[in-house]
T-cell receptor, first 114, second 113 residues
Framework: GAVVSQHPSWVICKSGTSVKIECRSL??????MFWYRQFPKQSLMLMAT?????????EQGVEKDKFLINHASLTLSTLTVTSAHPEDSSFYIC??????????FGPGTRLTVT | DQQVKQNSPSLSVQEGRISILNCDYT??????FLWYKKYPAEGPTFLIS?????DKNEDGRFTVFLNKSAKHLSLHIVPSQPGDSAVYFC????????????FGKGTHLIIQP
């Protein structure tokens, strides 16, 4: 089946620093990438949608200047959390859109901001 | 307004029995439904899906039933195994997989030995 990777799998950073999360689709090319986050005991929430070569579209309440998304190629998208704060601590998950109906998520990145 | 609802936050089932997880939706534009399984600190794993043109899809121990008139779907796992203990998310979208998924809040399934 399709394989999606994320790096790093977990990261701890200090408040005010920036963290970059990479998402790669290894078996297919994805023109569209979704980024989700999940807070403890809550559902997955869509943060933004990115299309290769164009600007990302952010969901209401998600700051585009804080969560920078770059979808530079059909197999790589990055999410950068800028000036991270403790309330940004969450589990971030990517989902490159697979041309087939079976949709696969990345394994997720646990971000802890101290 | 929550468009995908999983009203049972948790469900406990004995090993070997059938687990039935329920999901309701309100958006009549949804035409594709998926179930995901998620362990703590891992990304969701795709389990099974169903399009609105079908009312049943089966894959091994997993069967998903869709009742469009009631806007209800369910996931049946039989027989339930200890490794099935996880949080199960129901998700829906329109336009095939190209749209963002709308998730329910999940049901924590606990399989008891």
């Amino acid at each position: 089946g399709a394989v999606v990777s994320q790096h790093p799998s977990w990261v701890i950073c200090k408040s005010g620093t920036s963290v970059k999360i990479e998402c790669r689709s290894l078996d297919f090319q994805a023109t569209t990438m979704f980024w989700y986050r999940q807070f403890p005991k809550q559902s997955l929430m869509l943060m933004a949608t990115s299309n290769e070569g164009s600007k990302a579209t952010y969901e209401q309440g998600v700051e585009k200047d804080k969560f920078l998304i770059n979808h530079a190629s059909l197999t790589l998208s990055t999410l950068t959390v800028t000036s991270a704060h403790p309330e940004d601590s969450s589990f971030y998950i990517c989902r490159p859109v697979n041309p087939t109906y079976e949709q696969y998520f990345g394994p997720g990145t646990r971000l802890t901001v101290t | 307004d929550q468009q995908v609802k999983q009203n049972s936050p948790s469900l406990s089932v004995q090993e070997g029995r059938i687990s039935i997880l329920n999901c309701d939706y309100t958006n009549s534009m949804f035409d594709y439904f998926l179930w995901y399984k998620k362990y703590p600190a891992e990304g969701p794993t795709f389990l099974i899906s169903i399009s609105s043109i079908k009312d049943k899809n089966e894959d091994g121990r997993f069967t998903v039933f869709l009742n469009k008139s009631a806007k209800h779907l369910s996931l049946h796992i039989v027989p339930s195994q200890p490794g099935d203990s996880a949080v199960y998310f129901c998700a829906a979208n329109s336009g095939g997989g190209a749209d963002g998924l709308t998730f329910g809040k999940g049901t924590h399934l606990i399989i008891q030995p």
